[in-house]
């Protein structure tokens, strides 16, 4: 069975601040991809990265940067110096190869206040 | 142009009624997806086609039935809906279902309210 947890429903900082959102996986599989999902208030949703199982490496995107522990089944997001328009409702998702669809978590709202 | 396009964005119904939403992409991807997202924003998977080929079923009503007349298109039908219908529904299209870290580009939604 696959599970994403997002512990975090709404988080709220001010603008500038770093802020981190938490997924928490769970697979039987052994090879997967995880992803990372954006809904801002329009309410499309915007793909933001994803990352395989064999790749710990962090990366960073200009203010984005995400940590894959595989130790913890951990797959955390961090927005450094958040602006406004980060404000958004946030997924992570899980895909492995046993599995033809992906499996979001519950979403993280983040409110960056001005 | 728009890669996964689904119509209408809006919907707003009474119960009992019976209606469709289509979508379409551009992207020449094989597989297609539909997910519901209730109010709290859990994203729930329903159905995904292959090729047109149904690949994965959810516990879903039987009220809701997809039709893929071809690889570009996914639309679901509802029948005799229900006020525990209203949610947003998003439609999603992956190049194909492996390899599997191929990632979903998703429609604008369509928000659906029944009265």
């Known amino acids: 069975a696959q599970k994403v947890t997002q512990a975090q429903t709404e988080i709220s900082v001010v603008e500038k601040e770093d802020v981190t959102l938490d997924c928490v996986y769970e697979?039987?599989?052994?090879?997967?991809?995880l992803f990372w999902y954006k809904q801002p208030p329009s309410g499309e949703l915007v793909f933001l990265i994803r990352r395989n199982s064999f790749d710990e490496q962090n990366e960073i995107s200009g203010r984005y940067s995400w940590n894959f522990q595989k130790s913890t089944s951990s797959f955390n997001f961090t927005i450094t110096a958040s602006q406004v328009v980060d404000s958004a409702v946030y997924f992570c998702a899980l895909r492995g190869v046993n599995n033809n669809d992906m499996r979001f978590g519950a979403g993280t709202r983040l409110t960056v206040k001005p | 142009d728009t890669a996964v396009s689904q119509t209408p964005k809006y919907l707003v119904t009474q119960m009992g009624n019976d209606k469709s939403i289509k979508c379409e992409q551009n992207?020449?991807?094989?597989?297609m997806y539909w997910y519901k997202q209730d109010s709290k924003k859990f994203l729930k998977i329903m159905f995904s086609y292959n090729n047109k080929e149904l690949i994965i079923n959810e516990t879903v009503p039987n009220r809701f039935s997809p039709k893929s007349p071809d690889k570009a298109h996914l639309n679901l039908h509802i029948n005799s809906l229900e006020l525990g219908d209203s949610a947003v529904y998003f439609c999603?299209?992956?190049?194909?279902?492996?390899?599997?870290?191929?990632?979903?580009?998703f429609g604008s939604g369509t928000q659906l309210s029944v009265l």
């Open positions: 697979t039987r599989d052994t090879t997967y991809y």
């Open positions: 999603a299209s992956s190049l194909s279902t492996t390899p599997y870290n191929e990632k979903l580009f």
């Open positions: 992207l020449g991807h094989d597989t």
